[in-house]
């Protein structure tokens, strides 16, 4: 008897998005009230891919041969490009001014598949249950508020702000049974892979979707600006730059397979899971390129990669889980197999920037606030299980092994600045130029690995459990007065840069091993464990090649808060028992900073 069944589900999901709302191109507008341009966008991915197959084959002959294999591939592609712009343009009377964009994005996908064989003969079974699930996600965001070239008189109130909130969230799970029962042999295997990855990704200055952002070549790009022109007369001016993302990728697979026969019994489990983000972000805020702004109130520069104020207390968060967990059961009179392996990895890949700077421009106003903001949570999970138990009136065999890998990978420039510029503060307030970095970064993995061997003559059992868990941080935190600045104020200057950084990393490998017979029984059990951390850090404060005149005192501060944290625990425990009993463990914690 021959049974086989097979379920392929490919799916494709994508979403390309341009908003732009401008005035532009020598526009005169005497408005007599307030002047709004937005564009605004929400793009939403929803991608489902489930596939199932179930085999099962029943022979009173020979051979009986069951298969089953699921195949589920899944992909979103998401391009969205939102701009706001007042280019080369001339407005008079008129009330507030704002340039606003705004970009929602959010992709949700799930990818399942499973498959189930069963076999059954009065001879040979053979059964075979595979499952594999590919999701692929990636997006490319770019939002842009900006006012260039363009003269405003006697505004109101000012407001340039860009906002880009990505949400991804990515399940995918393969799940894989195997059953195979036979009088004189049984083979069972079963599979199952999983590989997620998120990612983004570059593209064409010169496509219809991105010609009007010349020179973005990142992931997720927001800004806000205010570039060349004047703005003379405004009750205040706002600069805000808000980008942020929410990632949440989660692969899970499981594997089990079982045989039974009365003669020799084979089987054998396989899971691996790969979770892979690989984000790259820049967030910028800056008045610039001999832009010349005046106002009665305060002109405010802010970038950050939360959403809201430094006070807000929201974060980046990107969590990226891989488990793989595998069982392997074999029963039989006379001989008895099983391998049990899994394999977990998990990546985590960050790459960002977030600047706040008045670079060759002329500000007079009653304040002058320059903020730079990263607030990042990156957390990075594998766990490998694996598990194989033989039994067998004469001789019982168990192999089980289980590799976990985590790896966090963190870049990050923060910066505010003040370059080339000539500023002229009326007010008492303190004229602030701050960069303020804090992140925490959760890097463990997992690999557990046990082993069982009973039989009437002789049994072995080999266990090995390996774990490794790697976190490199590179970060630049830079507050800086300088090129050639020149300050003037009533109140006081502040330079300040903050660096607070956690980092976590941690590592547990566990393998046992029980070999138990009536003659001879051997048992071998073997971890590894090894968790590093690399960390580098600049975190300056600067006053330099500048003239500063302040009626207040002038404070330039550096301060730096790390925690840094590495664990590795390796435990090994083998037990051989019989007429001859032997057991060996070797167990290791290696781990660096």
């Keep these: 008897a021959i049974s086989v069944a097979v379920a392929v589900v490919a799916v494709?999901?994508?979403?390309?998005?341009?908003?732009?709302?401008?005035?532009?191109?020598?526009?005169?507008?005497?408005?007599?009230?307030?002047?709004?341009?937005s564009a605004e966008?929400?793009?939403?991915?929803?991608?489902?891919?489930?596939?199932?197959?179930?085999?099962?084959?029943?022979?009173?002959g020979s051979v009986g041969i069951s298969g089953a294999g699921s195949v589920v591939v899944t992909n979103s592609t998401m391009t969205n490009a939102v701009m706001a712009e007042v280019s080369g343009s001339n407005l008079s009377n008129v009330g507030n001014v704002s340039v606003t964009a705004n970009d929602k994005a959010e992709i949700d996908t799930v990818g399942v598949a499973a498959a189930i064989s069963a076999g059954v003969s009065s001879g040979v079974s053979v059964s075979l249950a595979v499952s594999v699930t590919l999701a692929s996600i990636a997006a490319q965001t770019a939002t842009l508020a900006r006012i260039s070239d363009s003269t405003i008189t006697n505004p109101g109130i000012v407001n340039v702000f860009a906002r880009s909130d990505t949400d991804i969230n990515t399940v995918a799970v393969a799940a894989s049974v195997s059953v195979?029962?036979?009088?004189?042999?049984?083979?069972?295997?079963?599979?199952?892979v999983v590989r997620t990855n998120v990612s983004g990704y570059d593209y064409d200055d010169g496509s219809d979707t991105f010609s009007f952002l010349p020179g973005t070549q990142i992931a997720g790009t927001t800004e806000a600006s205010i570039l060349g022109g004047s703005i003379t007369g405004a009750s205040s001016v706002d600069v805000h730059a808000y980008g942020t993302n929410t990632i949440t990728t989660t692969a899970v697979s499981v594997a089990a397979a079982v045989s039974v026969s009365s003669n020799a019994a084979i089987s054998l489990a396989v899971a691996v899971g790969v979770a892979e983000v690989d984000m790259a972000h820049a967030v910028l805020a800056k008045i610039g390129d001999d832009a010349v702004v005046s106002a009665s109130g305060a002109v405010d520069v802010d970038a950050a990669n939360v959403i809201g104020p430094i006070s807000n207390p929201d974060r980046m968060e990107i969590d990226t889980v891989s488990i793989s967990a595998v069982l392997s059961v074999a029963g039989s009179g006379s001989f008895a197999l099983a391998g049990a392996g899994a394999g977990a990895t998990a990546t985590n890949n960050v790459t960002g920037s977030v600047e706040a700077e008045v670079d060759g421009a002329t500000i007079t106003a009653n304040q002058l606030t320059v903020d730079a903001l990263d607030r990042t949570d990156v957390s990075t999970l594998s766990v490998a299980a694996a598990a194989a138990i033989a039994v067998s009136g004469t001789a019982a065999i168990s192999l089980a092994g289980a590799v976990a890998i985590s790896r966090t990978?963190?870049?990050m420039t923060t910066q505010a600045a003040i370059l080339s510029s000539q500023i002229n503060q009326l007010g008492s307030s303190v004229l602030r130029v701050q960069a303020t970095s804090d992140a925490e970064l959760d890097t463990l993995a997992v690999g557990v690995a046990v082993a069982i061997s009973a039989s009437g003559t002789?049994?072995?059992?080999?266990?090995f459990g390996v774990s490794i868990a790697?976190?490199?941080v590179s970060s630049s935190t830079v507050a800086l007065i300088g090129a050639d600045s020149v300050i003037d104020t009533e109140g006081s200057v502040l330079v300040r840069a903050y660096d607070q950084m956690v980092v976590d990393t941690d590592t547990v490998a566990v393998s046992l091993s029980v070999a138990v017979s009536g003659v001879a029984g051997i048992g071998v059990s073997v971890s590894v464990a090894t968790a590093s951390n690399t960390?580098?850090?600049?975190?300056?404060?600067?006053?330099?090649?500048?003239d500063v005149d302040a009626e207040g005192n002038v404070s330039v501060t550096a301060d730096s808060i790390a925690e840094i944290e590495v664990d590795g625990i390796g435990v090994a425990v083998a037990v051989g028992g019989g007429t001859v009993g032997i057991a060996g463990s070797v167990a290791a914690a290696i781990t660096s900073t």
Excluded: C
Aim: charged share 10%; net charge negative.
């Design 41 to 60: 966008n929400t793009t939403k991915i929803s991608t489902v891919g489930v596939a199932a197959s179930i085999s099962v084959s029943a022979s009173s």
């Design 409 to 411: 990978e963190y870049q």
């Design 535 to 546: 960390y580098g850090a600049m975190v300056q404060s600067k006053l330099s090649d500048s």
């Design 180 to 192: 195979a029962v036979g009088s004189n042999a049984a083979i069972g295997v079963a599979a199952a």
């Design 470 to 472: 790697e976190a490199n």
């Design 12 to 37: 494709e999901n994508s979403a390309g998005t341009t908003v732009r709302a401008a005035i532009e191109d020598g526009s005169g507008l005497d408005a007599g009230g307030n002047v709004a341009v």
């Design 458 to 463: 002789a049994s072995v059992a080999a266990a």
